[in-house]
């Protein structure tokens, strides 16, 4: 069944009724943060809509971040959807909804999780095989255990913000192999990572695993993620504990969740070869279906012109995949988790989701349309992301857009 908005929006908007992503907001006349969500070029006021049309379980989404309505769990999130579906396609509602429904550029959105835990995957082949040639040219290219586990680390989750904030580049230590000391000062090699984000809603207890097929009852949704990485600190902090200081002064992400349920047409198959290895079974689905990937395709913009559009169903590990990893230890999750996929790249150059990559380590410069061109970001470059999904029936699934600034080191 098509579902059909009395807002009478274009089939092709990426904000139709098949998409409904969830975001924190304020208004001039009212500062307090709660929960809406977009439709069309217009964000619903969640909290008092449902209060005007008598959806108790709504008292959520007055909250300043989504984490009270993700912690209620799956089922509170399928009603919550076909209640905001019901209310936008029944015309018997739009005098009560109407009223609070804002236009877009009235009011001012924000991180829209309180972040637990942020973790960072590396689940593209094709983006761990570049940095393995790049950073380790006298080892495999993939590491050994790779296609056996997704690899991942610890993240900063303090430092995990919403789209269109700004940060100072990052300084630090770096030491290039034939410097003969390390030097302190301003990264000299900074560079983005384009990946998806998954929101983790309900969490688990001390000692639990979530299975594949259980994922879904714990994966909320989905957020177009910015890792931005200083490429120098990294090559010379990194050895043997991994990422630290090189990725920890800022994480961008959209402003707007979208519902993993909004992705159902969207689900593809792992890129798989006949020689790859077969995985141990907690990483496998029982149920068959369990370990899909996701159509979602993805787009870099530096100071407008697009450099890399990188497809997500390259990716070979699925959020499912990185969930039953994260917790076969025992290790619990939380409410407003986050993990990122690790950076979306693909076999061909101008699909690859770094300047790492696209420059091949600084060596082979991007030109811009204004004509300069760039190995790694400079001071005032603004980067944006964007990603769309196929929806049902034709429909686009726009994820929002992700863009930060890079202000001067201070
Ligand atoms: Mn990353």
């Not at 407008?304 to 290790?331: C, F, I, K």
Request: proline fraction near 7%; glycine fraction near 10%; aromatic fraction near 8%.
């Amino acid at each position: 069944m098509t579902a059909t908005s009395w807002l009478d929006l274009p089939a092709d908007h990426p904000f139709g009724i098949h998409h409904l992503p969830y975001g924190v907001f304020s208004t001039a006349d009212d500062p307090h943060r709660r929960v809406g969500v977009r439709i069309g070029d217009l964000v619903l006021d969640l909290s008092r809509a449902a209060a005007s049309a008598g959806y108790a379980a709504g008292s959520a989404w007055s909250a300043p971040s989504l984490n009270p309505f993700l912690g209620q769990g799956s089922s509170a999130w399928a009603a919550g959807r076909a209640w905001l579906t019901e209310v936008l396609c029944d015309a018997a509602y739009r005098s009560v909804i109407e009223r609070h429904l804002l236009p877009l550029d009235a009011v001012t959105l924000h991180l829209p999780i309180e972040v637990g835990d942020y973790v960072d995957y590396y689940a593209s082949a094709h983006h761990a095989s570049n940095v393995g040639k790049i950073f380790r040219p006298d080892s495999p290219a993939l590491p050994v255990n790779w296609k056996h586990l997704p690899i991942g680390y610890h993240g900063r989750s303090g430092t995990v913000v919403v789209t269109g904030t700004d940060y100072h580049r990052p300084c630090g230590q770096r030491k290039g192999p034939q410097d003969p000391a390390p030097v302190y000062g301003p990264s000299v090699r900074l560079d983005i990572e384009a990946e998806l984000g998954f929101v983790v809603g309900a969490g688990t207890e001390l000692g639990e695993r979530i299975s594949v097929d259980e994922a879904a009852e714990h994966l909320f949704g989905v957020v177009v993620l910015n890792d931005w990485s200083a490429r120098d600190l990294q090559a010379w902090e990194y050895v043997p504990l991994g990422p630290y200081l090189g990725k920890s002064f800022c994480t961008s992400i959209s402003a707007w969740v979208t519902p993993m349920a909004a992705l159902a047409e969207a689900k593809v198959a792992l890129p798989r070869q006949a020689d790859d290895p077969q995985v141990l079974d907690y990483l496998t689905s029982a149920a068959g279906d369990g370990a899909f990937g996701l159509d979602v395709h993805v787009e870099v913009a530096v100071n407008g012109t697009v450099v890399s559009r990188p497809e997500y169903r390259d990716m070979y590990w699925s959020p499912a995949q990185m969930l039953a990893h994260m917790t076969v230890n025992g290790a619990s999750v939380r409410t407003g988790d986050l993990f990122g996929s690790g950076t979306i790249s693909g076999e061909e150059k101008d699909t690859r989701g770094s300047f790492l990559e696209l420059s091949w380590s600084g060596t082979e410069p991007i030109t811009l349309a204004d004509g300069s061109q760039r190995t790694f970001l400079e001071d005032g470059d603004t980067v944006t992301l964007r990603a769309v999904a196929p929806g049902p029936h034709g429909a686009v699934i726009g994820l929002g857009e992700c863009t930060g600034t890079v202000l001067a080191a201070r």
